[in-house]
């Protein structure tokens, strides 16, 4: 899990702002549903390493993020989780809100509806929050959970000079 504040002169540019504080500012997000694959851990400290990755790759994740652009506004943003005791995956959840309480409890009663009735048997919920205060740019909170980072498969054609394009017919 990694998680930090960016400031921007915009929204977007203090979610790139946070992004590169994380070390994921050369990625394309893939965002990813709740379920945690078998066999993959989660680091509580919300300082975890990023994945290997170079300009332009694909990165799978689940993430939360908010904006603040208000003087004075709050912006919070967690991942919350819990883990199936027989050790076959688990089960993210994302919030964002205006307060780290807010989202905690969010956090908290999504993952206890999600579990409720279930077969399996989970571990008590766990979550990492950031949050960051406008002060006059815009801020913006993230938390992400990165699963790995891909290159984009190439094809061969002779469509442009380099004879490359991707797989959406982008020339490089």
């Known amino acids: 899990m990694l998680r930090a504040s960016g400031v921007g002169r915009t929204a977007l540019s203090a979610f790139h702002a946070a992004l590169v504080a994380v070390g994921l500012g050369q990625v394309n997000l893939v965002r990813l549903s709740s379920v945690i694959p078998p066999g993959t851990g989660v680091d509580a400290t919300g300082r975890a390493r990023?994945?290997?990755s170079v300009w332009?790759?694909?990165l799978?994740?689940?993430?939360?993020?908010?904006?603040?652009?208000?003087?004075?506004e709050q912006a919070w943003a967690g991942v919350g989780w819990v883990r199936r005791l027989d050790g076959l995956g688990g089960l993210f959840v994302e919030h964002e809100g205006a307060d780290e309480?807010?989202?905690?409890?969010?956090i908290q009663a999504s993952l206890a509806d999600m579990v409720a009735g279930?077969?399996?048997?989970y571990t008590p919920p766990e979550w990492v929050v950031q949050g960051a205060a406008c002060a006059g740019q815009p801020v913006c909170a993230l938390v992400i959970a990165p699963y790995e980072a891909?290159?984009?498969?190439?094809?061969n054609n002779h469509?442009?000079?380099t004879g490359n394009r991707n797989t959406f017919g982008l020339i490089e």
């Open 101 to 106: 309480q807010s989202v905690s409890t969010a």
């Open 60 to 72: 799978y994740c689940v993430y939360a993020e908010r904006a603040a652009t208000v003087v004075g």
């Open 159 to 161: 469509s442009s000079p």
């Open 118 to 121: 279930a077969a399996e048997e």
């Open 56 to 58: 332009g790759d694909r």
């Open 150 to 155: 891909a290159p984009w498969p190439r094809i």
């Open 50 to 52: 990023a994945p290997e």
